[in-house]
């Protein structure tokens, strides 16, 4: 799926931002209409709920008016009643109202019949304590009338009062008209959160696709193309992906092509390069026979020095080339390192000799033993002795020692030659030493080289 190049509106109007924008807006557009919807929505729920059940939520006792109509109709018929007919008629009305307080105060101001008993009650009543009673039951819970007893023509038979818990006269088991109106503005706002999690893990979803693909390596070493979106920000970020992913697998194969065609030319010039270089030999071989001046004589040694360089450097890309092609032949075995360096030292101490080099080699008698192959190794050793007579002859010093590096037996090659960065004439030394680490980690081992104006040092050791 390939995305085409889009305007900065459909940009907008295709991004990740847009559509949560459009979310939160249409939100905040129906918050208003929203709640008068939940409002109504919940006092019809209610209205429903208890259609048919009006007698169920009556209140028990009757309204506050009632209640207070009935105390004082009941004061008033017992005017000129003795205190026995008073007491009488309360406890007639406590069996009425049993949830209800009831007592009586007679014209002397002394607490008479209580139902239940009130410890708090004063025994003998002030004016100020019937002013202050009245006073804390105004709007208080719980409910309470005062009534004086015959009416208020006959104030001198005292008063009698009546309290009722005020959850009396609010309708007993019926629902508020907006107890489900919180549960619609839950359930609204739980629609938003579903769906900002909806949309958010979508996004979380294709990421992590994304990343798996980006993870995911597969047989050509490289990502895999991950499926495309929608066209937005991640989708125009996977068409990316997807896009470096082919340009990755184009420069592999352009890579490939070059390898190998640089592995057949070097391959193809090498062996080319065998035959004339041969002829030119036997020519120089010839011409060395006949009578020449000293001067013919000094030509000739250096044309033969110079066929002996191009022949080395021939030999280097023949082994480099079948070194990074995998085709370079080794017998790897459990070897005594120290042996080979002494052969292979011995070998060169001549030319060491000649060039006037100061030689010193310490190595102890006990083997060092690597899993090495002998011909690979001696390889090596001749690469590192060669670099050193070239490049560092004018150090006049070769050191060959064993030692301890990076917490592991270690073989050092220094030398006090003018250091790896300093211009030399002779050509191959890169080349070499590039020969010099493939062999190397194909037997498991690994060169480190310090460098500087004082020396070199070559050290070889195992990479575990």
């Known amino acids: 799926m390939k995305f ?97 307080s009831l007592f009586w105060v007679d014209g002397e101001g002394s607490t008479q019949l209580q139902l239940p008993v009130q410890t708090e009650l004063p025994e003998q009543w002030s004016a100020e304590d019937t002013i202050a009673f009245m006073k804390s039951g105004f709007n208080a ?25 005020r959850s009396y006269l609010t309708p007993q088991g019926r629902p508020s008209d907006s107890r489900f109106y919180g549960l619609f503005m839950a359930l609204i706002f739980g629609i938003f959160i579903l769906l900002s999690y909806v949309f958010f893990r979508g996004i979380r979803r294709r990421l992590l696709r994304l990343e798996a693909a980006m993870t995911r390596v597969g047989e050509n070493g490289l990502p895999s193309p991950t499926d495309e979106g929608r066209p ?50 036997s020519h120089l071989y010839s011409m060395g026979k006949e009578p020449l001046s000293p001067q013919g004589r000094q030509s000739l040694s250096l044309m033969e020095a ?16 079948l070194l990074t092609s995998g085709k370079y032949a080794l017998s790897i075995e459990l070897q005594d390192v120290h ?13 060491w000799e000649k060039t006037g080099m100061a030689v010193d080699i310490s190595l102890p008698e006990e083997p060092l033993r690597w899993t090495v192959d002998t011909q690979g190794f001696r390889r090596v050793l001749d690469n590192l002795f060669q670099n050193v007579v070239r490049h560092a002859g004018s150090g006049e010093y070769v050191g060959i020692h064993t030692a301890r590096w990076k917490g592991r037996a270690a073989l050092i090659i220094a030398d006090h030659g003018p250091g790896l960065n300093a211009a030399s004439t002779a050509k191959g030394a890169g080349l070499g030493l590039a020969i010099v680490e493939l062999l190397l980690r194909e037997m498991g081992l690994r060169l480190d080289a310090e460098s500087s104006t004082e020396g070199t040092r070559f050290v070889i050791y195992p990479a575990s």
């Open 141 to 165: 819970d719980p409910y309470t009338v005062v009534a004086l007893i015959g009416g208020s023509q006959e104030a001198q038979q005292g008063f009698m009062v009546f309290e009722l818990p």
């Open 4 to 100: 085409m190049k889009q305007s900065p509106l459909q940009r907008f109007r295709t991004s990740l931002l847009s559509r949560y924008v459009l979310i939160i807006a249409t939100a905040l557009v129906f918050i208003p209409v929203l709640m008068p919807a939940s409002f109504l929505a919940s006092w019809a729920v209610n209205r429903m709920l208890i259609l048919g059940e009006q007698e169920e939520y009556q209140l028990p006792y009757g309204s506050a008016h009632d209640l207070e109509k009935m105390w004082h109709e009941q004061a008033h018929a017992l005017a000129g009643a003795l205190p026995e007919e008073i007491d009488a008629r309360l406890t007639e009305l406590k069996a009425k109202y049993p949830d209800a």
């Open 232 to 281: 937005d920000e991640i989708g125009r970020l996977e068409q990316a992906f997807n896009r470096m992913v082919h340009q990755l697998e184009e420069g592999r194969q352009r890579e490939r092509k070059e390898e190998e065609l640089r592995k057949n030319l070097i391959a193809n010039l090498s062996h080319d390069l065998r035959t004339p270089l041969t002829v030119l030999g």
């Open 306 to 321: 110079k066929l002996t360089d191009l022949d080395h450097l021939i030999d280097h890309l023949l082994s480099y080339n």
């Open 339 to 351: 042996r080979i360096v002494r052969e292979s030292a011995a070998a060169w101490y001549p030319v």
